[in-house]
């Protein structure tokens, strides 16, 4: 299966800690979408990337929040000196940058901040 | 900056058509209506999407009306494995295509 890899699929972490997520996309895939979503909500847009750029970042991305994509391929979430009110479930998208192409999204990685 | 209202939920029968809708009263010409679904731990996957003619792929099939302000997706055979939660999502094409999802409708299909 080709399709969106994410990395840890689940994490705990303690208050005040910091955090690294990794989103593998499908390959040929130049767009990368970072999503957040609550419980019993929609997924909300945090950011995204044409290559190695990132275009565009939600209010919702605190300075806390940082992501990169280096090298144009993965991608990394860190959130630094985590809260409770991070606990949430981070999605990972990648598509071709053509128009009516679709976001395929990964399976998540839920994180838990005790 | 959700633009669609959907149910917040609906049973539908195992082996029957369910018709899931959508009202999208304030769409723009640029804008295509897109279909998602979430099952359980799972990310959202891809359904179908459209602008204003019918269409139809292995999953399902989307119907908009003419006046473009609402549509249904229609799962021919819903089967158990089609409980998810489905998000009906307009989309403008061009810029950053991003989704902007809202709270979507909880499907549970029923042995």
């Known amino acids: 299966d080709t399709g969106v890899s994410q990395n840890p699929r689940h994490k705990i972490t303690k208050r005040g800690q910091n955090v690294t997520f990794r989103c593998d996309p499908i390959?040929?895939?130049?767009?990368l979408y970072w999503y957040r979503q609550t419980l019993g909500q929609g997924p909300e847009f945090l950011t995204y990337f044409q290559n190695e750029a990132q275009l565009e970042k939600s209010r919702l991305l605190s300075d806390r929040f940082s992501a990169e994509r280096p090298k144009g391929s993965f991608s990394t979430l860190e959130i630094q000196r985590t809260e409770q009110g991070d606990s949430a479930m981070y999605l990972c998208?990648?598509?071709?940058?053509?128009?009516?192409?679709?976001?395929?999204f990964g399976n998540g990685t839920r994180l838990t901040v005790t | 900056d959700a633009k669609t209202t959907q149910p917040t939920s609906m049973d539908c029968a195992e082996g029957r058509a369910a018709n899931l809708p959508c009202n999208h009263s304030?769409?723009?010409?640029?804008?295509?209506v897109y279909w998602y679904r979430q099952i359980h731990s799972q990310g959202p996957q891809y359904i179908i999407h459209g602008l204003k003619n019918n269409e139809t792929n292995e999953m399902a099939s989307l119907i908009i009306t003419e006046d473009r302000k609402s549509s249904t997706l229609i799962l021919p055979h819903a089967t158990l494995r089609d409980t998810a939660v489905y998000y009906c999502i307009v989309r403008v094409v061009g810029g950053n295509n991003r989704l902007a999802f809202g709270k979507g409708n909880q499907v549970v299909v029923i042995p």
């Open positions: 998208a990648s598509s071709l940058y053509e128009g009516l192409e679709p976001l395929h």
């Open positions: 390959s040929e895939h130049n767009r």
């Open positions: 304030t769409i723009s010409g640029n804008e295509y």
